[in-house]
Nanobody
């Protein structure tokens, strides 16, 4: 199992930027996919970005061109750079790790974009 902890959320004005971080611990050698999800009030959780081992990054259409997912060399920390933020990007952002043995989630970090 992998333990995940997000950081970097906060309140920002529309057009601003935030960088989220996800720190992974535990059985990180088994991580095969690194993901960011978000959940807006009253809506279902949706995938925002993903980065698979040996593969490129992929994004949901709503954030493509504005958000970027990346990881460190050890692949035990990943990031979500969010630029040109919009009020509709508001929500709780979760990092997710898919491993050989589990599908693990962090507790989430709140992102609020004011208009």
């Amino acid at each position: 199992q992998v333990q995940l902890a997000e950081s970097g959320g906060g309140l920002v004005q529309a057009g601003g930027s935030l960088r989220l971080s996800c720190a992974a611990s535990g059985r990180t050698a088994g991580i095969r996919g690194m993901y960011w999800y978000r959940q807006a009030p009253g809506k279902q959780r949706e995938m925002v970005a993903r980065l698979a081992t040996g593969g490129g990054a992929d994004y949901t259409d709503a954030v493509r061109g504005r958000f970027a997912i990346s990881t460190n060399k050890a692949r035990n920390r990943w990031y979500l750079q969010m630029d040109s933020l919009k009020p509709e990007d508001t929500g709780v952002y979760y990092c997710n790790a898919v491993t050989n043995w589990s599908n693990d989630w962090g507790q989430g970090t709140q992102v609020t974009v004011s208009s």
